[in-house]
């Protein structure tokens, strides 16, 4: 289990007066169960998610992992400790192939499991192995590929930031069947940051998070239909869907 005690978090430029992007959040994320954050743009969702993966320090709070006090771990202690994040915008790296990028998230030398999670983010793994993690690939591209590097990876916590940005329909289709089946087969606990209502309903639970705090959390089956009526956030939920189908 993962738990957020009095999580807060203020930033502050030379141009501005401090601003508290969370206030006092309160959260216990149980193993083995999928949440989906959401909520507007700005609300503090992927402020959150990179203060759970140690991106950025709470301004006071703590975090606990499965008891342990993990506030002041850096990404990489984190990482040992079983938590990965998949970037909205995915990192570039020059001279570092897709075949190697995944060696080194599976820590073992490349096999026809880790080619697999290629194929299960609507990428040919024949197509891409040797291609380098630069300009080359396109945003969607490097979307799945880091989707992929997570997948490579025995997790505790699995963190994705709106995976479905920049992925065809056909790619999303299987992005959608990849969490199914880490929700069924592993032992894989997932946030996941969407407006979508495919993702929406793989939720055991939706937390939604506007203004830096958590306005209301439940089961999908409470809180998926007041969000998709609600006249003042249904655009979020309703017209991408709607605009896809009609692609």
């Known amino acids: 289990m993962l738990e957020l005690r009095n999580i807060?978090?203020?930033?502050?430029?030379?141009?501005?007066?401090?601003?508290d992007v969370l206030s006092n959040i309160n959260l216990k994320l149980e193993d083995n169960l999928s949440y989906v954050f959401t909520g507007p743009n700005g609300g503090g969702k992927s402020s959150l998610a990179k203060i759970i993966m140690g991106i950025y320090q709470p301004t006071s709070g703590s975090i606990f992992l499965e008891g342990e006090d993990?506030?002041?771990?850096?990404i990489t202690e984190r990482a040992k400790r079983g938590i990965g994040y998949a970037f909205q915008q995915p990192p570039r790296f020059k001279g570092i192939t897709v075949s190697e990028l995944l060696s080194i998230s599976s820590g073992s030398s490349y096999s026809m499991k880790e080619c697999s999670n290629l194929y299960k983010v609507g990428l040919c793994p024949q197509d891409y192995?040797?291609?380098?993690?630069?300009?080359?690939?396109?945003?969607?591209?490097?979307?799945?590929?880091?989707?992929?590097?997570l997948l490579a990876r025995k997790l505790k916590f699995?963190?994705?930031?709106e995976p479905e940005a920049g992925i065809d329909l056909w790619s999303f289709g299987k992005l959608t069947e990849t969490f199914e089946n880490i929700k069924e087969k592993h032992d894989?606990?997932?946030v996941?940051?969407?407006?979508?209502?495919?993702i929406l309903n793989l939720a055991d639970e939706i937390i939604l998070?506007?203004?830096g705090k958590i306005q209301r959390t439940?089961?999908?089956?409470?809180?998926?239909?007041?969000?998709?009526?609600?006249?003042?956030?249904?655009?979020?939920?309703?017209?991408?869907?709607?605009?896809?189908n009609h692609a």
């Open 129 to 149: 192995l040797k291609r380098e993690m630069n300009s080359s690939l396109s945003g969607g591209e490097m979307k799945r590929i880091e989707i992929a590097t």
């Open 8 to 19: 807060s978090f203020t930033v502050q430029t030379e141009e501005s007066e401090p601003f």
């Open 70 to 74: 993990i506030t002041n771990l850096n």
């Open 158 to 161: 699995a963190i994705f930031d």
């Open 209 to 211: 998070i506007a203004d």
């Open 218 to 244: 439940g089961p999908k089956s409470e809180l998926l239909p007041s969000l998709l009526n609600n006249p003042d956030c249904s655009c979020n939920y309703n017209c991408q869907e709607r605009s896809e």
């Open 188 to 190: 894989t606990t997932l």
């Open 192 to 198: 996941i940051i969407s407006h979508q209502e495919r």
